[in-house]
């Protein structure tokens, strides 16, 4: 039977309950008064502090169960506290996207009858990784507990771990292969795990037998339980100190301050008004292996983001206009959708205070039905949703950074996160073993610049503002490949008066094995999905894939000879092609092919982050230091920031400045002659778009638009001055 | 209260702020008075004398010009209008061939032309480069703000813009 609520509803009466006060008075449960932090300010902070260093404490325990190096050494996890209806009081640091998808997946269970059956007790575990429920993708398996006091149920922990291997059609966590849900790996669809605090035998045999390295799925089941447990007894012990009454009352005060607080940050920082921007991504798989023929092979999507502030401080993001959902692995859910503003939000704007899910209250999301925001059939894969969740936040950081920038908090504009390429694998591990697994050194990509400095080189990734790309030492001992290389790339962030970050490439020597395979996903290589703001420039595409079999790579260290550890900077011809003998390959987009085995060699790039500002305001002194270090080329300090650089005595870079002043007046005076008044390029380029004179995948993303959002096409017709339905979807029925 | 000089906020804006000092600005809570000082630093910075009323990029404002409400750019040229999209007036270098692209991305790999272009977006006076796109062939080019100024002015300022 169900144990007591602490109100006489149950949980579904309760949620659907707190559902209709928020609606009818705008506040969190009703909450129009904060009472508890009235009376008592310094005991509230303190409590909230108190809960906020249970999630911090227990998550930092469970890392040290975790044998995965993603959970142990780049901190793929995160734990969070929650009131019985599912809404988040307090988090730890790590991957935050989840705080919010873990509180949909707990409603789901509320509203789909889980107190009747399978039922909740104090004791269960329940498990999930349908983003359909309540994740992004499927290798972020979440696990929940109900908190019980003295048989009331007045809470639940969470924990989240992004799991290396999900037992897909291609090794690793994020499949890229899978075109359907079907292929993505093993679901656990809000399913109980657990009882009496222990995980289900059989539940743990289903992992070891579905999945290529069983071992970092199930102890990381076992570190998030401990975490779990040891929030759950944290929470029961506070509760018989301060009384139940005074618990129940002050977890969702805490959730109404947090959305007192976003509104009044929005205030504080930004300025009302409508924000509009976009980014694309491209995917490529024509003529790829395992790719079915379900949808174009190459496609291109449009990502148009409109923000608007209100004079009350709500901020709604709004994708309309943006693409139908496919049949690939980049699709998102709404869950996936409120993570990604969940987390940018607790970046961005909630420094301070109390993070929790009230800030979430405090925005809107629209996510048009049917679009890859938001599918209308649940069956479609969203294996790799990060592709494109990633550049469409991006977007929304920079029209947030605008508004830092309006109001004059110009320390807080960021040009954005990046997108950036995974790599997976599997196959016979260099013990002679199966083993699969994502390799989460993409964990620290270059960052978009800000607005008073460069972005941060190879430190950050918006799902987890701890960014780590982990040690070369541990991700060897998990692998059959050894590094010969890792890197900063040169000119990888975008340029601008400050640079984005840069990013870093690793080399890699494929080492004691028969078979691995190698796949990569979340590429963009035909279009920019990383912008630049203010006049700076994005960040250069995904890279291509540089690898060599059967490379003569011992024999030239036998003998001596000088190796290649990067591909180089010169874009037609790598260093590897260079130096090293063998068969040379160069792939664009996901890396999908026969598997390597030891002695060849495989390099991936990560992606710098968009620049801002104008190039020619760059200062020449950093830009000589970033020559001499490796972060820009002498010919892009030339050659696009106008900078003239000379040797010292030393050899070493520095900054001509009068020759840099003149050549960067003579580049000004260049860019008007090329340049022609907007309303001339109009006329001209109407033309063109008369004829839909395009590329067949730019017409299809335009067709796509059109079909799906009435306010794309008018947008599209009056800025051009033409009928865009009949251009591009002749014959469609308005 | 946090508060800071007009000369610190300057120096922010124009990035010459040491990093420790910048850091504890990020950390520290944030000051309500920020907006009118850094309003007049940057009139300190352009040669005009029209009030600015909203810094809207890192060169481009709204101002108060006679009547009229106008993006202005630091060296003084009107774009117009504030409530239209500044890019319409502005001069427009669009970069959608190989070479074009590797004049900027000298070191990397490319995208493809017929799939995305890059549009600078310049002032037609001092050259400035005030915003980059990046869009495919026939993209309606984006009008990236439309402030709510009297609201902003109104309700959040206090201070209500003359003629709202």
């Known amino acids: 039977m169900l144990d007591k609520p602490a109100s006489a509803l149950r949980l579904r009466e309760r949620l659907l ?64 506290i929650y009131t019985p209806e599912g809404d988040a009081i307090a988090l730890s640091n790590g991957i935050m996207v989840h705080v919010h998808t873990m509180s949909r997946f707990i409603k789901w269970m509320i509203k789909n009858g889980y107190e009747d059956n399978p039922r909740i007790r104090e004791g269960d575990i329940f498990a999930n990784n349908d983003a359909f429920i309540g994740t992004v993708q499927v290798p972020d398996v979440m696990d929940v507990v109900p908190i019980f006091h ?134 490529v798989t024509a003529g790829k292996p395992g790719f079915q023929l379900l949808g174009d092979p190459d496609w291109l999507y449009n990502i148009p983001i409109e923000m608007e502030i209100t004079t009350d401080g709500k901020i709604t993001m709004d994708c309309e206009g943006t693409q139908p959902w496919g049949y690939h692995s980049m699709n998102c859910t709404p869950a996936g959708m409120d993570g990604g503003m969940f987390v940018t939000l607790t970046q961005h704007m909630n420094f301070e205070g109390l993070v929790n899910d009230g800030a979430w209250m405090a925005t809107e999301l629209k996510l048009p039905h049917g679009t890859w925001t938001n599918p209308d059939n649940e069956m479609v894969a969203t294996a790799t949703s990060w592709a494109l ?69 190879t430190a950050y990734v918006g799902w987890n503002p701890e960014s780590d790309m982990g040690n070369i030492e541990v991700w060897e001992q998990s692998m059959p490949m050894v590094y010969i290389g890792r890197s900063i790339v040169p000119n990888s962030g975008g340029a601008g008066k400050y640079r984005g970050g840069c990013s870093f490439v690793s080399t890699w020597l494929i080492n004691k094995t028969s078979h ?76 999908i092919t026969s598997p390597h085995k030891s002695g060849d060699i495989f390099s991936h790039s990560y992606n710098g982050g968009g620049g801002y500002g104008d190039v020619l305001e760059r200062d020449p002194i950093k830009t000589a230091w970033d020559v001499e270090n490796g972060f820009l080329t002498r010919q892009a300090a030339d050659q696009v920031f106008g900078i003239v650089l000379k040797d010292d005595e030393d050899g070493y870079p520095i900054a001509d400045i009068d020759a840099t002043v003149e050549r960067r007046a003579a580049m000004r005076k260049e860019r008007l002659v090329k340049a022609v008044p907007v309303a001339d390029w109009i006329a001209k380029e109407r033309g063109r778009v008369e004829k839909a004179d395009f590329a067949p995948e730019v017409k299809k993303m335009y067709a796509s638009a059109i079909k799906l959002s009435s306010r794309f096409t008018r947008e599209f017709s009056e800025f051009w001055n033409v009928d865009a339905r009949s251009i591009f979807t002749p014959g469609a029925k308005p | 209260m946090t508060s800071y000089s007009k000369e610190v906020l300057g120096d922010l804006a124009a990035g010459k702020l040491p990093w420790p000092q910048t850091r504890r600005i990020m950390s520290a809570y944030k000051d309500d008075d920020r907006f009118f000082k850094m309003v007049a630093v940057y009139q300190d910075r352009v040669a005009w004398k029209d009030p600015i009323l909203l810094p809207v990029s890192d060169h481009l404002f709204i101002c108060q010009s006679g009547d009229e409400r106008i993006t202005r750019c630091e060296c003084g040229h009107s774009f117009g209008d504030y409530r239209k999209n500044w890019k319409l007036n502005a001069a427009i270098h669009v970069r959608n061939t190989e070479e074009a692209l590797r004049e900027i991305y000298p070191n990397s790999d490319l995208p493809d032309p017929q799939w995305m272009e890059i549009r600078e977006f310049i002032c037609p006076q001092c050259g400035t480069l005030h915003e980059v796109e990046a869009a495919a062939p026939g993209y309606p080019i984006v009008h990236d703000f439309e402030p709510d100024l009297e609201g902003f002015y109104r309700e959040w300022l206090g201070r209500p813009l003359q003629g709202s």
């Open chain 1, 17 to 80: 309950d707190s559902e209709r006060l928020m609606e009818e008075t705008g506040c969190y449960d009703g909450i129009t008064e904060l009472t508890l932090r009235n009376q008592d300010p310094l005991k509230f902070e303190t409590l909230h502090t108190k809960l906020r260093a249970y999630c911090v404490s227990a998550r930092e325990m469970a890392r040290r169960i975790s044998a995965s190096p993603g959970v142990r050494e780049v901190g793929e996890m995160v734990v969070a």
């Open chain 1, 150 to 283: 003295e048989g009331t149920l007045v809470g639940w922990a969470g924990a989240v771990c992004h799991e290396l291997e999900a037992g897909g059609i291609t090794p690793g966590g994020d499949v890229c292969l899978a075109q359907e849900r079907f292929t993505e790996g093993l679901f656990v669809c809000a399913e109980k795990i657990g009882e009496n605090d222990e995980i289900r035998r059989d539940y743990v045999i289903r992992c070891e037998r579905n999945l290529r390295m069983p071992i970092y799925w199930v102890l990381d089941e076992k570190a998030k339980v401990a975490s779990c447990i040891d929030m759950r007894e944290s929470v029961k012990q506070l509760i018989s100190e301060i009384g139940l009454d005074y618990w129940m009352k002050v977890s969702k005060e805490f959730i109404e301050e947090g959305r007192r607080a976003q509104l009044a940050r929005t205030r504080q920082l930004t300025v009302p008004g409508i924000y509009r921007g976009h980014t694309f991504y491209g995917h």
């Open chain 1, 389 to 457: 969740l990633l550049p469409a936040y991006g977007v929304f950081q920079r029209l947030l950074s605008r508004s830092f920038v309006a109001r004059g908090f110009v320390e807080e504009a960021f040009v954005g996160q990046v997108n950036s390429p995974m790599i997976e694998m599997g196959g016979e591990s260099q013990y002679g073993t199966p083993f699969g697994m994502a390799h989460f050194e993409c964990a620290a990509a270059g960052s978009g610049a800000l607005a008073i400095k460069d972005g941060l080189d």
């Open chain 1, 516 to 591: 691995l395979r190698l796949h990569t996903s979340e590429h963009s290589s035909r279009v920019f999905d990383n912008g630049g703001m203010c006049g700076g420039y994005p960040a250069p595409t995904c890279q291509k894939h540089r690898a060599v079999r059967n490379s003569d790579i011992h024999e030239l260290a036998a003998k001596g000879e000088p190796l290649a550890h990067a591909p180089g900077i010169d874009p037609h011809v790598s260093d590897y092609e260079r130096n090293i003998g063998g068969d040379h390959v160069v792939i664009e987009g996901p890396y």
